[in-house]
């Protein structure tokens, strides 16, 4: 499965920003999708992770009250909304992908458990 992340660039501090994560292959609807960001000098964390089904969803601490996640089967693809977004939000985002067919709920934060991922996109809040 090829990801493919967009929507990043510069915003203001307190403002909004929605990342998509797309791919072509049908088997992306099959799949959990999780978000995680790295920001320069520091580990990567997650940020949300939603379940094939859009069931199961889960976010991480830095995730929690300011970013909700979502899917559309559709356009077969994730996204990811941020908002109120502050300077420490500030990183490379990454989605990633886990055929989880067998469990309508099944979302993770572990890393190790996703099989593919994409390419990063860059988010820059100014203060």
């Known amino acids: 499965v090829h990801l493919v992340e967009s929507g990043g660039g510069l915003v203001q501090a307190g403002g909004s920003l929605r990342l998509s994560c797309g791919a072509s292959?049908?088997?992306?609807?099959?799949?959990?999708v999780g978000w995680f960001r790295q920001a320069p000098g520091k580990d990567r964390e997650f940020v949300a992770g939603?379940?094939?089904?859009?069931?199961?969803?889960v976010y991480g601490d830095s995730g929690k009250g300011r970013f909700a996640v979502s899917r559309d089967y559709a356009k077969n693809a994730v996204y990811l909304q941020g908002s109120s977004l502050q300077p420490e939000d500030t990183a490379v985002y990454y989605c990633?992908?886990?055929?989880?067919?067998?469990?309508?709920?099944?979302?993770?934060?572990?890393?190790?458990?996703?099989?593919?991922w994409g390419q990063g996109t860059q988010v820059t809040v100014s203060s």
């Open positions: 292959e049908r088997t992306f609807s099959d799949s959990a």
């Open positions: 990633a992908a886990v055929w989880a067919r067998h469990n309508a709920y099944y979302t993770t934060q572990r890393a190790e458990e996703y099989t593919y």
């Open positions: 939603i379940s094939w089904s859009g069931s199961g969803i």
